[in-house]
Structure formats: C-alpha cells, structure tokens
Nanobody, 125 residues
Framework: QVQLQESGPGLVKPSQTLSLTCTVS??????????WNWIRQPPGKGLEWMGA???????YYSPSLKSRTSISRDTSKNQFTLQLSSVTPEGTAVYYC?????????????????WGQGTQVAVSS
C-alpha cells in the first residue's frame, strides 16, 4: 500500500522560503502514471491545490502560486519536495502531499487518492 509522509520545519519566518519533503513508500514516484501533489489548508478554510509533478517529471502549478512555487524530486530516495518562496503569515496552514491518478486542480477531498497525514506550518516572526 502506498504511504506518504511529509517532513519539514513547523515554523518559518515571513519572507523566507518554506521547504517540505514528502517521502513515498510502497510505490515509485517514477512509475504508475501518478501525479504527486502538494495541497494546503489554512485555518478555517478549504483545501488549496498548490502544484503537482507527474511520474514523468512534468510539472503543474496553481496560477496564483506559480511565481513562488517549485516542486522537485529525488528519485533515489523516492521523495518529492515543495519550495514556496517569500512566505507571508497567510501561508500558515496544514500542508499535505498526495498521490492521484488524474491531474486535479480543484475540488480536492481527503479521500481522493493517497494522502500524507499533513504537517502544520506557521509563518510568523
């Protein structure tokens, strides 16, 4: 069974770059025609899709975050990473990584595909 686990700092200062890693087990991020996504949920708000990497390496980003978002991978470790630059307090959220068999930019529900448990990130000085 595919499992995902997010890791990274729980606190980031404004204007800095947020970096998170998702470690995937039970399946390869280089195969299976899967999209590997980053999604966040600010307090009291819905799920926001941030971007995804296809198993082939193709990248897809939310237009609203594209200028500040970068997704990369380390296939030797079966990990993919998120970098979000110039963060503001509005970036405070639970950040999730998720695997899906279709490219989905809206309407995410936590039951769709494979999900990590999420990691809380606060942006504060």
């Amino acid at each position: 069974q595919v499992q995902l686990q997010e890791s990274g700092p729980g606190l980031v200062k404004p204007s800095q770059t947020l970096s998170l890693t998702c470690t995937v087990s039970g399946g390869s991020i280089r195969s299976g025609y899967y999209y590997w996504n980053w999604i966040r949920q600010p307090p009291g708000k819905g799920l926001e899709w941030m971007g995804a990497m296809y198993y082939s390496g193709s990248l897809y980003y939310s237009p609203s975050l594209k200028s500040r978002t970068s997704i990369s991978r380390d296939t030797s470790k079966n990990q993919f990473t998120l970098q979000l630059s110039s963060v503001t307090p509005e970036g405070t959220a639970v950040y999730y990584c998720a695997g899906s068999d279709t490219l989905k930019t809206t309407g995410w529900v936590r039951g769709d595909g494979y999900w990590g448990q999420g990691t809380q990130v606060a942006v504060s000085s």
